[in-house]
């Protein structure tokens, strides 16, 4: 099951996209200082896509259902961009900081991914 799960990557980073995109503004960034070659302009699932690089995937079954895709965006170097699937659907995007900086997983822990999901407009500039 996990190997078919692999099979379809280009499909499961394409749905992480779409909800990384909730995190992203390009004038946001913009106003903060980041350098305009690291922004997508195009805002829409796949130019995200594109530009995200996959860090990390972990199973948290052994039946392959529920899993993790972890992203790193060159917008945004203090975050890691966390999409949870279950049974192949995308969940939620948690906008987790990397070590220190204010969000952390540990401190966030326990929170839902409705509570989390705004972190991305809080984004440091490294």
Known sequence: MMLDVLSGIDALVLAAAELILDNY???HFK????DESLLVTEETPEAIAKSITLVS???NDTDGDS???SFSAPW???????VEFDGGDALCC???GSPGTTYTRNSLEGR??????NLGRLARVP
Do not use: I, K, P
């Open 76 to 82: 945004d170097r203090s975050h890691s961009f966390d």
């Open 25 to 27: 503004s390009y004038s």
């Open 57 to 59: 995937f972990w199973f």
């Open 31 to 34: 106003d903060l200082g980041v």
């Open 94 to 96: 948690a906008v987790n």
């Open 112 to 117: 839902t991914c409705e509570q989390m999901g």
């Open 67 to 69: 899993f993790e895709l």
